[in-house]
């Protein structure tokens, strides 16, 4: 019902920063609540920041608030994710998610994304 894609990851040097866009098709966009999660090999998948269907609330991660910014127009189909102040330990896979209840940690979204590299180097 849902497509994600996920386009923005790539390298960059400690402390610089990286906008991460997820481009949405199919069921109405705006129906559903949208975030992001990361995964590195050999761990679970993390709960990065997710926003709800309005972009009225917003709820981030500890160990990148303060730092990352998600953030979504709802006419472009589209759900952002501005990581400033990048770290080392920011290095992951970055996955869109969609869900039309909620994003929670710990519960697996509806639709995930393909998955975007970002890399930070020291």
């Known amino acids: 019902q849902v497509q994600l894609v996920e386009s923005g990851g790539g390298l960059v040097q400690a402390g610089g920063s990286l906008r991460l866009s997820c481009a949405a098709s199919?069921?109405?966009?705006?129906?559903?609540?949208m975030g992001w999660f990361r995964q590195v090999p050999g761990k679970e998948r993390d709960f990065v920041a997710a926003?709800?269907?309005?972009?009225?609330?917003?709820y981030d991660a500890d160990s990148v608030k303060g730092r990352f910014t998600i953030s979504r127009d709802n006419a472009k189909n589209t759900v952002y994710l501005q990581m400033n102040s990048l770290k080392p330990e920011d290095t992951a896979v970055y996955y869109c998610?969609?869900?039309?209840?909620?994003?929670?940690?710990?519960?697996?979204?509806?639709?995930w994304g393909q998955g975007t590299q970002v890399t930070v180097s020291s």
């Open positions: 199919g069921r109405t966009f705006s129906n559903y609540a």
């Open positions: 926003i709800s269907w309005s972009g009225g609330k917003t």
């Open positions: 998610a969609a869900d039309f209840r909620s994003i929670i940690p710990g519960r697996s979204p509806i639709h």
